[in-house]
């Protein structure tokens, strides 16, 4: 048999303690995580894009199931029927690159942006249209933005901030 993907749980909040268990073991760990703006100062700046989920590539002929669910913080492999699930190389590829652009999109483009200024959305129902900056929401990557619709009212939409990216002047609609 050769080395594939599994997803394995973890205890809650344990995450990072047992991905630093399985590197321990020399094994191949993908443990995607995001930056997170926390409202408290200590509270944790990273974290899990999946709570209570790491991915680890294994041959199941070397590294048992049951090795894994002794270890330390771990909750064992996700299974059905028994069977533990295999994940694609592909899916593993598109959640890594998605997981680096959240990383690098969100915290530099909203850097600098003040209430007031004309921002663009740029995925979702809304995409393409132009809407006025309020405010990013506490303890989140979310931002909470005015669009007008008619007669000049101005409804507040809360999305992610990596779906917004601020207007120049060159870029503004007439």
Do not use: C
Not at 19 to 41: C, G, T
Not at 47 to 72: C, H, N, S, W
Not at 86 to 98: C, D, F, G, M, S
Request: proline content about 10%; cysteine-free; charged content about 25%.
């Amino acid at each position: 048999m050769t080395a594939a993907w599994y997803v394995l749980r973890s205890k809650p909040n344990k995450e990072d303690f047992f991905r630093d268990q399985l590197l321990s073991h020399r094994l191949e760990v993908f443990y995607p995580s995001v930056r997170a703006k926390a409202v408290n100062p200590r509270a944790r700046k990273i974290k899990p894009y999946f709570p209570g989920y790491l991915f680890v590539r294994i041959d199941l002929q070397e590294v048992t199931p049951a090795f894994l669910y002794r270890m330390p913080g771990s909750r064992g492999l996700v299974s059905f029927d028994a069977q533990p699930a295999t994940v694609p190389e592909a899916l593993i590829v598109a959640i890594r690159r998605r997981v680096d652009q959240l990383n690098q999109t969100v915290g530099q483009q909203l850097d600098g942006l003040q209430p007031g200024e004309p921002v663009l959305i740029q995925e979702g129902p809304f995409a393409g249209q132009q809407a006025i900056f309020d405010a990013r929401i506490s303890g989140s990557e979310r931002v909470r933005v005015l669009l007008t619709i008619l007669r000049g009212r101005q409804l507040p939409l809360e999305l992610p901030g990596g779906q917004i990216k601020p207007v120049r002047p060159a870029d503004q609609k007439p």
